[in-house]
């Protein structure tokens, strides 16, 4: 059974740079996992600059979950201060395709 994880993984101070410039292979590591990903997006500044991500992904377990999340090219770069992955259930405007 497939199951969705809540990822919340916030950058590191100071790390725009490396956001910047690992994201073509962030991007291109999630196009070809697309089947995992529900969806995504980053954390704003008052700026409006990335500080962090927020990520829906579906796996078979928590495990699963966590090595596909560790294998993104912003954690493999160091991006990541810290990294939670969370069961999560969408419960409100869920697409029924889902």
């Known amino acids: 059974m497939t199951t969705m994880f809540a990822v919340t993984a916030i950058d590191k101070e100071n ?5 910047l410039r690992t994201r073509p292979a ?21 700026d409006g600059k990335a500080t962090g991500s927020l990520m829906i992904v579906k796996a078979q377990d928590q495990a699963a979950a966590e090595a596909l999340v560790a294998q993104d090219p912003y954690a493999e770069a160091g991006l990541f201060e810290s990294v939670v992955v969370r069961p999560w259930n969408w419960v409100i405007n869920r697409p029924e395709t889902i």
């Open 15 to 19: 790390h725009l740079e490396t956001r």
């Open 26 to 46: 962030h991007l291109q590591f999630w196009d070809d996992n697309a089947a995992a990903m529900v969806l995504a997006g980053p954390f704003l500044d008052a």
